[in-house]
């Protein structure tokens, strides 16, 4: 079995920052890909940022230049520094990734989420 466990969501002033941390463990052979994603209220969930196992980062148009992932392939986590918050980055957070658990056999693995609420 394999779990994320997500930290750092809470609420910010708009143009503050916070930051996001996930932690998986459990039984993995080698992670593929880990990754953020949101679920704002009334809307479906939508990609924030990614990295891959090579190094190579995906951004949201909507958070380049503002988001930065990081990744610790030793300690398995992945983390979202979130700067220049704006209300319309208020959603629930979830940590993704793709990994292998054996050799042969590949999954798609969620978090429980984290609530992010930016707001005077």
């Known amino acids: 079995q394999v779990q994320l466990v997500e930290s750092g969501g809470g609420l910010v002033q708009p143009g503050g920052s916070l930051r996001l941390s996930c932690a998986a463990s459990?039984?993995?052979?080698?992670?593929?890909?880990m990754g953020w994603y949101r679920q704002a209220p009334g809307k479906g969930r939508e990609l924030v940022a990614t990295l891959n196992s090579g190094g190579a980062t995906n951004y949201a148009d909507s958070v380049k230049g503002r988001f930065t992932i990081s990744r610790d392939n030793a300690k398995k986590t992945v983390t979202l520094q979130m700067n220049s918050l704006k209300p319309e980055d208020t959603a629930v957070y979830y940590c993704q990734s793709r990994l292998y658990t054996r050799r042969d056999d590949w999954g798609d693995f969620w978090g429980q989420g984290t609530q992010v609420t930016v707001s005077t």
């Open positions: 459990g039984s993995i052979f080698s992670i593929i890909v």
